[in-house]
């Protein structure tokens, strides 16, 4: 079974320009997270998705960020204009829509902001 | 919202002896518990889990106690080996409609001295 697949592997910007990263889940698995994990901490969730609807996007910084998941499998997600604070990994996970099951993470993007 | 506090955040141990790393949780309606292990460069592995119906499960090495009075779970490792080595992230999460998301605690670096 593939894995869930995230692309670039690492991102290096410079503060308040603009970067997309992709995610690709685990083929059946209705739900995808966005996390953010700063150095040092563990992943903070940024948004959920069922299907292609917006579950939770309460801790997501809409003025700077932006998730799609259009046809409910792959998703984006974009910082425009990025900040220093933002550097971090960005992890996304699939689950299947049974409660209580694990999450399955892909390998993450590492952004540096400059 | 849930809040997760891992303790200690870092653990040294030598080869073959025991490791516990300890999780308090404060949402009482958590009922989900899994443990992550996350290697350099990659992202976070469950490598065991624990729901709210029982208060201990074992999988070889490892083993997970769950405390729902105390709200509190721990991992522990027997016999520890150097491939033991990473980031271990306990989480919780409660019940929802959907899939739930899981809140994670900071984190706890183990490092296996041969």
């Known amino acids: 079974e593939a894995g869930v697949a995230q692309s670039p592997r690492y991102k290096i910007i410079e503060k308040r320009q603009s970067v997309a990263f992709w995610c690709n889940p685990i083929?059946?698995?209705?739900?995808l997270y966005w996390y953010q994990q700063i150095l040092g901490q563990g992943p903070k969730l940024l948004i959920q998705?069922?299907?292609?609807?917006?579950?939770?996007d309460s801790q997501l910084p809409k003025d700077r960020f932006s998730a799609e998941r259009l046809k409910g499998v792959d998703s984006t997600l974009k910082i425009q204009p990025a900040k220093l604070e933002d550097s971090a990994v960005y992890l996304c996970?699939?689950?299947?829509?049974?409660?209580?099951?694990?999450?399955?993470f892909g390998q993450g993007t590492r952004l540096t902001v400059v | 919202g849930e809040n997760v506090e891992q303790h200690p955040s870092t653990l040294s141990v030598q080869e073959g002896d025991s490791a516990v790393i300890k999780c308090t949780y404060s949402?009482?309606?958590?009922?989900?518990f899994p443990w992550y292990k996350q290697e350099l460069g990659k992202g976070p592995q469950l490598i065991i889990d624990?729901?709210?119906?029982?208060g201990e499960k074992k999988d070889q090495r490892i083993a997970v106690t769950l405390n729902k009075t105390a709200k509190h779970f721990s991992l522990h490792i027997t016999e520890t080996q150097p491939e033991d080595s990473a980031v271990y992230f306990c989480?919780?999460?409660?019940?929802?409609?959907?899939?739930?998301?899981?809140?994670f605690g900071d984190g706890t670096t183990l490092t296996v001295k041969p």
């Open positions: 996970a699939s689950t299947t829509m049974t409660l209580n099951t694990e999450a399955f």
């Open positions: 998705f069922q299907n292609n609807g917006v579950v939770d």
């Open positions: 624990i729901r709210s119906n029982v």
């Open positions: 083929s059946g698995h209705a739900t």
């Open positions: 949402d009482s309606a958590s009922n989900y």
């Open positions: 989480a919780a999460k409660r019940p929802s409609t959907n899939a739930g998301k899981s809140t």
